[in-house]
């Protein structure tokens, strides 16, 4: 069988999920040291593909093939350096790639520059332009759209113009975001002629796609007439259709329809247009937003009617909520509740409550350190035993619930089509959920407080983010997407990351802050990862870049404990974390970078820490800083003694360390070796606030002292 023969069949295998086979077929002619197959391999290991997953070990193999400048080798091996913080020769093997003809390194290439610097004068910038181009040129409509982002930003109209071109090319293409900005440039006559027409075109697009926002300006033209002849009837049902999403403008447009009678020859009828109005109501106010039109036209219009109508209108809202989402069951709810127009009923306030909530989950079994049956119920099983051994790893119940929205972050940041199924399919065995049901219509009106923390952690992870004016229709005031606020969320201790203590603190009061307010309501850990989705998905309406950059940020700098646990659920490796001393955690994440054969000697000395004849040592978690100090001490002696002559030296271990202490002269002196963790990672044994620094503190203490004794052995070899 040809080598292309083989390196398809082999793809097929991974794209059909049969993993197992796939090992099985690659594995002797890995054997027989074929690039293309070392790079499958290094996949399988990326994403635990029929292998339990092992990034150093994806990385060797990247490696191997690379070397053998395999273009896709070398185009996995530089993204993964890129990943590690190599960044410069990562984009020396990425250049390589798309050199040998993979272009999607263009794309990797531009944001690499990208993310390193927003100065548009630096050469940083101009060489992530000039990629982004190249990227943009070879079809990429991503790239396009970005492009045409960061061009348009300059706001002179010859920019205006270039970036309507880009965003007319990728949405002539099916790219919905570009056409959604195309429908809005002809619209606002931005960078062009005003041409309604071309702007329902565009609209018409990004509506197909399913973007809210694009469904309610084209139901704007043909109301209005712009752009062609008016049609009452498309309008409605564009209007309609963006209601049904979750859109209080398009809710508010139909009040406003049924009022002057342009739906379907109904005459006006003033009891649809209060039920609609209160429909624009709740929708806004689970966007966190108030709208002064919408309840300024609610209370003129109570003061007009008349009692039947009133109770109309709330008859019109039971037989909307029997068949639409939960926004329509909330007013029903508050209703029923409040008295305000039919009289009080606690049965019919239950009922609708219900019909809010969706069904209900069925009771768990009680968990210890969780407060509530319902945290768990909605979860698999094997996700609901991760959660209940969360709290080991230090973790509270409040930042259990806090995990679970970040992760939602990251299912929810908008992706293409391939990086979705890529991210979609090991998260839907830890988390199934249907991708496909209008994801605000799952979430209560607590959604709207993740906005905070998630601005404050951009804030004070020193992340910067330029503040984005974004104005959807002319002469509106401008929002912004970022607007940075104290709100005493996080630790205000930590003002930036500088060292890995710093980010695990900003992390661990990161989630606490996230888990507020679905641990306060009592909601299942489910609510609060759909919750995080919807935020994302939210954000990436007002600017995709933004929110894919922030998604970036969460998922690369976790630090030890958080960011294990956060890929534990994101790659489903959930059932190998089970299988881990809670000890080990910190340490599988640290050395997830180094070199595969050094690894696998570090971690064979980390073996005899915790174990002796398979059997757990007992004692050893209860160690304190010191005690700990002095039993790795102790077993590293015993582990050189053992292996003479066979240790990979650290020069071997693909990562750098400088001014290590000495073996047998500093490192075996408890404050020389605490001293060295402080200035580098930010620990201290006096400043250790919590269970989970200790862990991630005694991991940092194996890694020095076995750092040193490798480098004694190898300056004595």
């Known amino acids: 069988m040809s080598k292309k023969k083989s390196h398809e069949n082999a793809h097929s295998l991974f794209l059909e999920g049969k993993h197992e086979e796939l090992i099985n077929f690659i594995t002797p002619h890995v054997k027989a040291k074929e690039s293309w197959a070392e790079a499958m391999l290094g996949q399988c290991y990326q994403s635990g593909a029929g292998v339990e997953q092992d990034l150093a070990v994806a990385r060797h193999f990247f490696e191997l093939s690379a070397k053998q400048n395999d273009p896709q080798g070398m185009l996995l091996f ?10 410069e020769e990562g984009r020396r093997y990425l250049e390589a790639a798309y050199n040998a003809g993979l272009l999607v390194a263009a794309d990797y290439l531009a944001g690499s520059f990208l993310n390193e610097t927003e100065d548009q004068s630096s050469i940083a910038f101009e060489l992530g332009l000039k990629w982004l181009q190249i990227s943009a040129e070879a079809g990429n409509l991503d790239a396009r759209h970005q492009l045409g982002w960061i061009i348009g930003e300059r706001g002179d109209d010859e920019s205006l113009s270039q970036a309507l071109s880009l965003y007319e090319k990728a949405a002539n293409r099916g790219h919905i975001s570009s056409a959604q900005n195309a429908g809005l440039a002809y619209a606002n006559g931005r960078g062009t002629e005003i041409d309604y ?6 609209y018409a697009i990004a509506a197909e796609g399913g973007l809210i926002s694009a469904s309610h300006n084209l139901g704007v033209l043909y109301c209005e007439g712009k752009g062609g002849d008016t049609d009452k009837e498309a309008a409605f049902n564009c209007f309609n259709a963006a209601a049904a999403q979750g859109s209080f403008l398009s809710s508010q447009s139909l009040s406003k329809m049924f009022a002057a009678g342009e739906v379907n020859n109904i005459p006006p009828n003033k009891s649809l247009e209060l039920a609609w109005l209160m429909i624009a ?4 106010k689970e966007l966190g937003q108030i709208q002064p039109s919408i309840l300024s036209a609610k209370k003129h219009l109570l003061q007009e009617l008349a009692e039947d109508e009133k109770i109309g209108a709330i008859s019109i809202l039971e037989l909307i909520g029997e068949t639409t989402p939960k926004w329509v069951s909330s007013v029903l ?3 029923y509740k409040s008295g305000d127009i039919v009289e009080v009923n ?4 239950e009922y609708w409550q219900n019909q809010s909530d969706g069904p209900s989950e069925p009771e768990g079994e009680n968990t210890a350190g969780l407060s509530t049956d319902t945290d768990l119920a909605s979860l698999p099983k094997p996700t609901q035993k991760f959660v209940e051994w ?3 790893l230090g973790l509270n119940e409040q930042q259990i619930h806090g995990l679970f929205v970040l992760v939602g972050f990251y299912t929810g940041t908008p992706r293409t089509a391939a990086e979705l199924a890529e991210v979609i399919t090991p998260i839907q065995q830890a988390l199934p959920h249907d991708r496909d049901t209008i994801i605000n219509h799952m979430v209560d009106e607590f959604f709207e407080e993740y906005q ?3 601005d404050e952690f951009c804030y004070r992870s020193g992340y910067k983010f330029e503040l984005r004016p974004i104005q959807v229709i002319k002469d509106m005031d401008a929002i912004y997407l970022l607007k940075f606020q104290d709100r005493g969320l996080l630790d205000p201790s930590v003002n930036k990351i500088e060292k890995l203590a710093d980010a695990s603190r900003l992390f661990q009061s990161f989630l606490f802050a996230l888990g507020e307010s679905t641990y306060r309501q009592n909601r299942s850990m489910k609510k609060a990862f759909l919750a995080g989705v919807y935020q994302m998905q939210h954000m990436g309406q007002i600017d995709l870049f933004a929110v894919q950059q922030i998604s970036n940020l969460i998922s690369t700098s976790a630090p030890l404990v958080v960011g294990h646990a956060f890929q534990a659920i994101t790659q489903n490796t959930i059932e190998y974390s089970l299988s881990c001393e809670v000890e080990q955690i910190p340490l599988h994440r640290l050395i997830s970078g180094m070199n595969h054969d050094y690894v696998l000697q570090l971690w064979e000395f980390q073996r005899v820490l915790f174990f002796h004849n398979e059997q757990r040592i007992k004692g050893v978690a209860e160690l304190d800083s010191k005690g700990w100090h002095e039993w790795v001490i102790d077993r590293a002696r015993a582990f050189s003694e053992a292996y003479p002559t066979q240790l990979v030296g650290f020069s071997r271990s693909g990562t750098t360390l400088v001014n290590v202490p000495l073996w047998e002269e500093e490192v075996d002196n408890f404050s020389r070796c605490d001293d060295y963790i402080n200035f580098v990672w930010g620990f201290s044994s006096t400043k250790i606030k919590n269970s989970m620094e200790l862990l991630e503190y005694k991991a940092l203490m194996i890694h020095v002292i076995y750092a ?8 004595i070899q």
Do not use: C, M, W
């Open 78 to 87: 530089g993204h993964h350096l890129l990943f590690e913080g190599y960044v």
């Open 197 to 202: 027409e071309k702007a329902r075109h565009y």
């Open 281 to 284: 109501e709740q929708q806004a």
């Open 333 to 335: 709810t508050d209703q």
């Open 346 to 349: 606690p049965e019919k306030a």
């Open 390 to 392: 969360l709290p080991k």
């Open 452 to 454: 905070f923390p998630l």
């Open 708 to 715: 040193s004794l490798t480098i004694s052995r190898e300056n």
